[in-house]
T-cell receptor, first 114, second 113 residues
Framework: EAGVAQSPRYKIIEKRQSVAFWCNPI?????LYWYQQILGQGPKLLIQ????????DSQLPKDRFSAERLKGVDSTLKIQPAKLEDSAVYLC????????????FGPGTRLLVL | AQSVTQPDIHITVSEGASLELRCNYS??????LFWYVQSPGQGLQLLLK??????LVQGIKGFEAEFKRSQSSFNLRKPSVHWSDAAEYFC???????????FGTGTRLKVLA
C-alpha cells in the first residue's frame, strides 16, 4: 500500500514570496490533515478535511495560508506572502473516515523562508 | 488546558541497553495517548496507542508503553535498543474519538555503537 505522498520535499523562498505544497493521501482515506512542525516543536494541526469539505481550520492563519481539496483526494496548502516564521516542516496526514485517531503521515515538506 | 510534556530533549544510550522515554500529560478525562517516531527526513510513524483497557500497550519495533493514571504518565520503553532506533520520538494526547492531538516537543534519541 502506497503511503502519503508529498511534494516538494524541500523549498527555499524569500519572504513575501508565495509557495504551494501538494499532498496525495493514502487511497480511500477520506480525511486529510495539514500540520506545521516548527524546529524543536511537535506538529501543530493547521486544517482538517473530510472529503472535500473543511472540518476544522481554527488554527490556520487565514490571512496568509489557504488550503483546498477540490476533488476530495489530493490537497494543496499555499502560503502567500510567506514570513520568516513560516519556516517549518509541513506534514500531511490522512486517515480512514471514522478512524481519525489513527493518522498516517507523509514525509513532509521542509520550507525555509529567507 | 491540555498539555504534553516530554522532559528529556536528548537521550543517548548504548546499543543493546534498555530505554525509557518519559511523557507526562495534563488532561481532564482519560485521553487517547500515542507515541510516534520520526526518523530523519521521514514523516511520523505510529509506534503504539492507548485508548482503554490493559494499561501496558505493545507496539511495533519491540516498543511498549505503560499508562499510569495516578502519575499522568505514558512512558515508552524498549528492553534492548538497536542502532536503527535513533530518531525523534513524540508523545501525543487527544480527546477520545477526535483528531485534535497535542504533541509534545519530542525526545531525540542517539544510539552509540
Amino acid at each position: 500500500e502506497a503511503g502519503v505522498a508529498q511534494s516538494p520535499r524541500y523549498k527555499i523562498i524569500e519572504k513575501r514570496q508565495s509557495v504551494a505544497f501538494w499532498c496525495n493521501p493514502i487511497s480511500g482515506h477520506a480525511t486529510l490533515y495539514w500540520y506545521q512542525q516548527i524546529l524543536g516543536q511537535g506538529p501543530k494541526l493547521l486544517i482538517q478535511f473530510q472529503n472535500n469539505g473543511v472540518v476544522d481550520d481554527s488554527q490556520l492563519p487565514k490571512d496568509r495560508f489557504s488550503a483546498e481539496r477540490l476533488k476530495g483526494v489530493d490537497s494543496t496548502l499555499k502560503i502567500q506572502p510567506a514570513k520568516l516564521e513560516d519556516s517549518a516542516v509541513y506534514l500531511c496526514a490522512s486517515s480512514l473516515e471514522g478512524m481519525v485517531e489513527t493518522q498516517y503521515f507523509g514525509p513532509g515538506t521542509r520550507l525555509l523562508v529567507l | 488546558a491540555q498539555s504534553v510534556t516530554q522532559p528529556d530533549i536528548h537521550i543517548t544510550v548504548s546499543e543493546g541497553a534498555s530505554l525509557e522515554l518519559r511523557c507526562n500529560y495534563s488532561y481532564g478525562a482519560t485521553p487517547y495517548l500515542f507515541w510516534y517516531v520520526q526518523s530523519p527526513g521521514q514523516g511520523l510513524q505510529l509506534l503504539l496507542k492507548y485508548f482503554s483497557g490493559d494499561t501496558l500497550v505493545q507496539g511495533i519495533k519491540g516498543f511498549e508503553a505503560e499508562f499510569k493514571r495516578s502519575q499522568s504518565s505514558f512512558n515508552l520503553r524498549k528492553p534492548s535498543v538497536h542502532w536503527s532506533d535513533a530518531a525523534e520520538y513524540f508523545c501525543a494526547v487527544g480527546p477520545e474519538g477526535t483528531y485534535k492531538y497535542i504533541f509534545g516537543t519530542g525526545t531525540r534519541l542517539k544510539v552509540l555503537a
